[in-house]
């Protein structure tokens, strides 16, 4: 099989009212383009040899590969009219699986991660932070996510040395019908579906994480300063709240948003075990990685747990420490298009 990685960019991610709302940072079309080169660049390096691609209206990923020479192929996959939503994701993870792809780098936020989840659940990812309250994707230098990538994408590194399955919430409603989470289910009441707006902690009802940080922004701190579980942890986090003042209930600073810190209003926490269940019971608004996407009537329930079943999450430190004792760089021609030709001399 080829050395492929694909690269998943999402054109919406970073660019959202939240950046009204709060105080979040803006990623232009340009930084995304940026990491998109230098992560090229860090995946050619590690042995890949062909990247699949899509296009986007912003023409990101198009800027971002179109005058690199690496000596890799790029391919752009066909898949169908843009919709500017959701499932422009999907269809284009789906494409990269069947056009071979074995390593994706994914920019985004932990909606988009919940979208490559859904789409292909055995995925062997690298999470690029792109959005606004990301727990899943990680902050790190998109040359070294890159490299990673090529690294697993080139089977210099086997998947299972380089990565870790990531846990995820599971769904359930009453018509046996399915959803996930990558981070945080969480049920509002009052609330708007479709809402893109910062949540409303008075509103929150339960919140299922599959990871609750104390170190990061939105719903997972509310239960990381509760009861912290992080990726490695074989637990997630049930958290109920209820209204400002109800008798029994403790409120908690915690950060909602960048730079926004709000009070929810809690009546109670625990650790979940994974396949354990926890039911929730409408009405309410259901909202998966910050998406507000289903409502549930009075009376209608919702079945939600934790299993490590998410798509593998390739470890950048794991895998270069692994390419290292492996010898992967040593004595390997590459050509990064600048500073030196294809021979290896210097520029003047």
């Not at 062997?124 to 230098?141: C, D, H, K, L, R």
């Not at 934790?306 to 040593?330: C, H, K, N, Y």
Request: net charge negative; glycine share 10%.
């Amino acid at each position: 099989m080829s050395a492929t990685v694909g690269i998943i960019a999402n054109p919406a991610s970073g660019l959202d009212v939240r950046r009204l709302a709060a105080r979040a940072r803006r990623e232009s079309p340009q930084d995304k383009q940026n990491q998109i080169a230098r992560a090229v660049v860090g995946a050619a390096a590690a042995g890949a040899t062909r990247f699949v691609l899509v296009r986007d209206i912003f023409r990101i990923s198009q800027s971002a590969v179109e005058n690199i020479k690496v000596g890799a192929d790029f391919d752009f996959l066909d898949i169908g009219k843009l919709d500017t939503k959701p499932t422009d994701t999907e269809r284009a993870v789906r494409a990269m699986r069947d056009a071979g792809a074995r390593a994706l780098l994914v920019l985004g936020g932990d909606g988009t991660n919940r979208v490559v989840a859904r789409a292909w659940p055995d995925a062997a990812i690298v999470p690029m932070s792109t959005g606004t309250n990301n727990v899943f994707p990680v902050m790190q230098e998109a040359t070294i996510s890159g490299a990673s990538a090529g690294a697993v994408a080139s089977g210099a590194v086997p998947v299972e040395q380089a990565a870790r399955r990531a846990k995820i919430v599971h769904v359930e409603y009453a018509d046996e019908s399915r959803d996930l989470a990558v981070i945080d289910a969480v049920a509002l009441a009052d609330d708007a579906l479709g809402s893109f707006m910062p949540f409303e902690p008075e509103k929150l009802r339960c919140l299922v994480l599959a990871r609750a940080e104390p170190a990061a922004v939105g719903m997972s701190p509310i239960g990381g300063l509760l009861e912290p579980s992080g990726f490695d942890d074989d637990f997630g986090v049930e958290v109920r709240c209820t209204t400002p003042g109800a008798p029994g209930s403790t409120p908690l600073l915690a950060a909602v948003s960048p730079g926004l810190y709000r009070r929810a209003h809690i009546a109670g926490s625990s650790r979940l075990a994974f396949g354990k269940r926890t039911t929730i019971e409408g009405p309410c608004i259901l909202a998966f990685d910050g998406d507000r996407s289903r409502a549930l009537e009075a009376g209608e329930r919702a079945q939600l747990w934790i299993e490590r079943s998410g798509p593998w999450v390739i470890d950048a430190g794991r895998t270069m420490r692994a390419a290292g004792e492996g010898q992967l760089f040593a004595e390997r021609p590459f050509y990064d298009g600048f500073d030196q030709d294809p021979g290896g001399s210097t520029c003047c």
